[in-house]
DNA sequence: CTGAATCCTAAAGGATACTG
DNA sequence: CAGTATCCTTTAGGATTCAG
């Protein structure tokens, strides 16, 4: 145990298989958040804090319940989301960023700095890049 | 001046449709490199600079050559990578980073450094996430 | 050797409708 | 409210084969 200057990670490293012969960590990394929808949720999630699903739905604009409930699914299991059922009567659930779901706020807020450097939303009439 | 080996970003932002009513950078930056091999492929060719096929093929140690091309194919669609023949008689290709595509480093950087710090090799008993 | 083209299967993702 | 359940289309990706 060497020093401690960051906050508590209380849990260990989440162990990823990795494609190629040589363990690699972009590669794996790559694995478990790099599917269409995961970024944008876990951006929502860093945003707006714990939130419901049908909230988290409206932040994560554009996609389907089908496709939201799937994506959740997978983050849980992979340890970056948690689900927590906050009342039976009217059934509320609420997701929220386990700690190393939060950790990843550095690549999220890249993306996002990125995206706001070099792209654009396309112009009336040219139809380009997807 | 005005050569073309320039740099220093000449070109404009990359138009990218987003999937929601408002445009969202997260959202468009995550169309662009979520797939599962694109972050891996920039990250061999920043560390590797321009490499020909089967040079980058070695470097993303566990890709198919068809799942290759087909990724570099679709980044060359999105402005990030370059392809370029340097030679026709012994057939030889050179795949390197456009501009926009350099500068996804802090992204893929990012993911390194986090990989490096959350994730693991799982362990020789441990059949764990994927 | 170089890389590209085929074939095929497995996922991912979207539209819609419907439950407790 | 918080999802499932279907259905369906598209895409990703792996194995293999082909061509220069």
Redesign the pocket.
């Known amino acids: 145990m060497s020093n401690d200057t960051e906050p508590e990670e209380p849990v260990g490293k989440l162990e990823v298989w990795c494609?190629g012969k040589e363990w690699c960590p972009v590669t794996t990394t790559s694995s478990l958040i790099c599917?269409?929808?995961h970024p944008v949720i876990i951006h929502r999630l860093l945003e707006h804090g714990p939130s419901?699903?049908?909230?988290l739905k409206e932040n994560v604009d554009?996609?389907?319940?089908?496709?939201l409930?799937?994506?959740?699914?997978?983050l849980g299991e992979k340890q970056l989301v948690d689900?927590e059922i906050i009342s039976e009567k009217?059934?509320?659930?609420?997701?929220s960023l386990t700690p190393h779901g939060e950790s990843l706020e550095e690549i999220i807020y890249a993306m996002q700095e990125w995206g706001l450097e070099h792209l654009t939303e396309p112009s009336e009439k040219s139809s380009s890049l997807v």
């Open positions: 494609a599917k269409k929808w419901g699903f049908n909230e554009g996609i389907s319940s089908k496709v409930s799937d994506s959740l699914e997978d689900r009217p059934f509320r659930v609420q997701y």
